[in-house]
């Protein structure tokens, strides 16, 4: 099982940026690991997901493209860099890992297994 800390969340005006830091603590060597969200009343959707063996393999949820950028480190380190954050966005932000190969990042929360604790994001006005 994956150990996953997120860090980073916080409060910002619209318009502005945050970075979330996901440490994984354990193998994640081929799997896929993602963000996902939940605001209050909401069931929780995928937002970005990557595959840790070639993290040029990406896929983002459409209310996100363009504004939100996933990456990994080679320190096992997954990161969220939010840009032009709307107050849509606010919601609590989790790391997560599929086990197995990724074949393919998906954004489907079933598929995964090992989960966050989460980190706020809150946009105001």
């Known amino acids: 099982q994956v150990q996953l800390v997120e860090s980073g969340g916080g409060s910002v005006q619209a318009g502005g940026s945050l970075r979330l830091s996901c440490k994984a603590s354990g193998s994640t060597l081929r799997s896929c690991m993602a963000w996902f969200r939940q605001a209050p009343g909401k069931e929780r959707e995928g937002v970005a997901a990557?595959?840790?063996?070639?993290?040029?393999?990406t896929r983002y949820a459409d209310s996100v493209k363009g504004r939100f950028t996933i990456t990994k480190d080679n320190y096992n380190i997954l990161y969220l860099q939010m840009d032009s954050l709307r107050l849509e966005d606010t919601a609590v932000y989790y790391c997560?890992?599929?086990?197995?190969?990724?074949?393919?990042?998906?954004?489907?929360?079933?598929?995964?297994?090992?989960w966050g604790q989460g980190t706020q994001v809150t946009v105001s006005s």
């Open positions: 997560a890992v599929k086990g197995g190969i990724c074949w393919l990042p998906s954004l489907s929360a079933s598929e995964y297994g090992s």
């Open positions: 990557i595959d840790s063996e070639s993290v040029g393999r």
